[in-house]
């Protein structure tokens, strides 16, 4: 008999179906006992015999019987006069139970035992969520004329001086782990435009924190012939609308404000030399959006050319400063993004004034000999960005396998 | 003035406007010159004064002036009374001319200016196929209501035994960049019951051929609830179709036709004791196939156990013949799926028989107990299915920056 999904039991009431699923919950009461089954749409209520033996939860059956209207059942129906048959092996003990409101192990407990715990509701919901961002950060591009494209992972050098790479033996070369598409994305702006990438990105990480990941999505866009920054960001401000707009009520402004890193520091009262935002100063500007524009995102632009890496453009008005900016949403950084050097010759320069070698980044620098509107992008980490929707205060509780320090398996 | 591309000059004309790109080619005549400029939208011919100076191929370039009506010029219309900024540094000398209708290096010289090669109509248009293929089989999927998903490409242990894995350092610890997303999808199963993922995955294959790569595009997806791979292959027929039908005349039939492993060894007059199929066998099944139903395509079902890694599920009708499959076209391999084992005891017992060690992947069995329905899928590379489509020769034609023995850059 063709299966059918719990959310479609009340277009059968009457009939004789089948429905196949886990074993959420076993009720057993003195008349009569329930089991709850569990499947990808739903849940839905079978009225076992009183002396039924019942599967442990998990297990995974299937149950043929007829559908009943019961307006106090979960939905208003329930099976009744069911036939059940156990399709996995028996499930016989589990290390905690999936059908609690809430998680009751540690999240290193419920880590451990990923495959079991991303079946509660609350996790399954973070991950639908994480593929509805995704699909509409997809979207959004689309529409604007952006073209995917896939780029190695694996490649020669690291892209940004002093950050942390993974190392591998390459056919017996040295190779690295991608710590982002940013070169290969600048690239393919001189075939496509305007280009996206979602992939995994590489961070050898030893910062053992609640934001932090070894491998994480990336969500990355770049797009050539821009007047500076400013397009860029006004590309951010509709494509972070639509993700937002797939998964909560939050409003996000037709026009982000935008403030630049000089007053934010100002706003912050933090010492008018300093080249970075501290967390407390990100607080302040957000709370700074919130009274002046009514807006929970704001913009810093202007980051200082010092904190930025190589291929970020100057600002040409204000020097010291760039054209780089980041999306703080409630007070926290969301999203980074800036124009690009576009000039071979800017390249060159760029890495002479800041001592840095050209012989990492050669082939890469060289590529820019070929012609290059100016451009800029951003990238979107998924895990941190769905984190900060769901109100999640760990970003490992929206990923199904997280990777850090001290985790590598499952 | 607001950038107008080149497709939209025929709404423009008798209009002052702007347009911006790379200079395709130029063309000096006796008597006037012309540039001719390429965007991401086609192309655009811009007049030139006759003794003006004109930027070299590839150059970039914004171009305002006045759209004339023109039916000789491309597109019909034509710049005239340009002013012509030249955006990118001047780009003097390049490798090989990109406006020629066919590339004149060879592929190797190609791939080491991937950047600019990139830029070839025909380079183009074969990644832009690659992304309307992904495209496709994310909204086939999605339609039938699988989740996507991004699992770890950093893991504990190489997927299948024998195969070749690039190993890293972690933290101090061995681990391995993941040979394909197959523990994890079938883990996700647990979660949503059809899950898709399209990432990268890394073999070290030493195999120096014209179908390898190191590092290629997976689309892998995974269904539960099945009776047998034979509903998985009602999902992959309308995935393929999809996929074809997105990017080619190509015609998938309703149903495709399949053969049993025995069967196929007979069309090929091949010895009935061989464990797999050769390449001729493959090209003799494919065209019985098109002699027979009039099909390009074709599955090959029931591979020997001894063949498939030790998740497969088994015939179980059949002793040593599983219920793995694979889809030829023009017979060729394009896809390969199957059934997977689903219970606990199953995978020990697999294991053991084949003498094949737990240890490696215990986390991965040992979730098994958690309850699993009968499942399975499928797994296509990117790169080749493209390169099967546009005919390409070598599938480094259709992969922006291969990886492969010898290349680690650009």
Chains 1, 2 share one sequence.
Not at 71 to 87: K, R
Not at 88 to 109: C, I, K, Q, Y
Not at 225 to 241: K, Q, T
Not at 262 to 288: H, S, Y
Request: glycine content about 8%.
């Amino acid at each position: 008999m063709q299966r059918v999904l719990s959310c479609e039991l009340p277009k059968h009431v009457g009939e004789q179906v089948s429905i196949a699923g886990w074993v959420h919950r076993r009720r057993e009461l003195k008349s009569v006992s329930f089991l709850i089954l569990r499947d990808r749409a739903g849940q839905a209520q079978v009225v076992m015999p009183p002396a039924a033996e019942l599967p442990g939860e998990e297990t995974v059956v299937k149950v043929t019987g007829r559908v009943l209207a019961n307006s106090i059942a979960p939905g208003g129906v329930e099976i009744v006069e069911p036939v059940v048959e156990v399709l996995s092996g028996p499930v016989e003990s589990l290390p905690f139970e999936v059908f609690r409101p809430s998680l009751s192990p540690s999240l290193p407990s419920q880590l451990d035992h990923a495959p079991l715990s991303l079946r509660h509701p609350s996790r399954r919901s973070a991950l639908r969520l994480s593929g509805e961002l995704t699909k509409a950060f997809r979207h959004a591009l689309e529409r604007k004329d952006f073209t995917e494209i896939h780029t190695p992972k694996i490649v020669e050098s690291a892209t940004e001086a002093g950050a942390t790479v993974f190392g591998l033996d390459y056919f017996g070369r040295k190779a690295f782990l991608a710590q982002s598409p940013q070169f290969y994305k600048q690239l393919m702006v001189g075939v496509f435009e305007r280009v996206y990438e979602v992939g995994p990105v590489f961070r050898a990480e030893s910062h053992d924190t609640t934001r932090h990941l070894a491998e994480y999505t990336s969500l990355d866009a770049e797009m050539g012939f821009i007047e500076d920054h400013r397009d860029v960001m006004g590309v951010l401000r509709d494509v972070v609308a639509e993700m937002v707009g797939a998964v909560s009520e939050i409003v996000v402004p037709a026009e982000i404000p935008a403030i630049h890193f000089a007053g934010a520091l100002e706003i912050a009262g933090a010492d008018p030399g300093e080249p970075d935002l501290a967390p407390a100063d990100e607080r302040a500007v957000g709370a700074w959006a919130l009274k002046e524009h009514s807006s929970e995102f704001v913009y810093v632009t202007g980051y200082p050319m010092v904190k930025r890496p190589f291929y970020t453009h100057p600002d040409p008005a204000k020097p010291g400063y760039s054209n780089g900016f980041d999306l703080l949403f409630r007070g926290m950084e969301l999203v980074t993004g800036g124009q690009r050097l576009h000039r071979y010759e800017d390249y060159v320069a760029a890495l002479a004034a800041r001592g840095e070698p050209l012989e990492p980044v050669r082939s890469y620098v060289e590529s820019f000999r070929y012609g290059y509107p100016p451009h800029g992008g951003f990238a979107i980490g998924l895990e941190r960005f769905a984190a900060r929707l769901t109100g999640a205060s760990n970003v490992r509780e929206v990923t199904a396998f997280p990777r850090d320090l001290h985790r590598l398996a499952p």
